[in-house]
């Protein structure tokens, strides 16, 4: 028997994550980090999903507001800017590889609190680009707001670029997704046809093509 997670998803969190996202959220078994108000910012997904398939990408940006911001980082071309810096700073790629494997470790501590266990499939594996590259913004966000100020120095970069839209001290969830009607339904099969199709997911596809050569 093992304790309840106190980080787990309430049902009204469930509901505001795909609210937010505009679709069904599946194996969401943590909220990585939460508005001022409460409202999920990072819903932190199992590190193998329902059906079987390991799943690396831990943490997912989920609110519009930060995910809008984010995504102009990405267009003003920060990704090419920040990976190229890390070829020439030492010290800047020395703690990008440390914040490669505190995500590792993160990833391995939700999976024993949600019950998954180790998942040797991934192993070595993060997300976003780490831990020589950068290739999702919104996963180094989503990274840094989960574990907090000084884990991923570029999520915090990307984070400190983006005041201008979205601070963490300041609530701006009003308006930023839809509140009426019914929330996108959990329809699971539906949602495994159309994985692949953010930036995260992609990710995650690529992960897991280099798992299976790992293998082969
Ligand atoms: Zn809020």
Not at 50 to 61: D, E, Q, R, S
């Amino acid at each position: 028997m093992t304790e309840p997670n106190a980080l787990a998803p309430t049902a009204a969190d469930l509901e505001t994550l795909s609210r937010q996202l505009g679709r069904p959220v599946r194996d969401v078994v943590e909220i990585g980090a939460r508005c001022v108000c409460g409202n999920p910012l990072v819903a932190t997904t199992a590190p193998r999903l329902a059906n079987g398939i390991p799943f690396p990408t831990t943490y997912y940006l989920t609110h519009p507001v930060i995910t809008a911001a984010v995504s102009r980082l990405e267009a003003a071309g920060t990704m090419a800017e920040m990976t190229a810096r890390l070829e020439q700073d030492e010290a800047l790629a020395a703690r990008y590889r440390e914040a490669h494997e505190a995500y590792l470790r993160a990833r391995a501590e939700v999976g024993t609190r949600s019950g998954i266990g180790a998942v040797p499939e991934i192993d070595g594996v993060s997300a976003g680009g780490m831990p020589g590259r950068v290739k999702c913004l919104h996963v180094l966000v989503g990274h840094s707001l989960a574990a907090g100020p000084g884990v991923n120095p570029l999520g915090d970069e990307a984070l400190a670029a983006i005041v201008e839209w979205w601070t963490p001290d300041r609530c701006q969830c009003h308006g930023a997704w839809d509140t009426t009607g019914v929330a996108p339904v959990r329809d699971l099969s539906r949602h495994v046809k159309t994985q692949g199709l953010s930036p995260e997911e992609l990710d995650r596809k690529r992960a897991e093509r280099r798992t299976g050569e790992g293998k082969a």
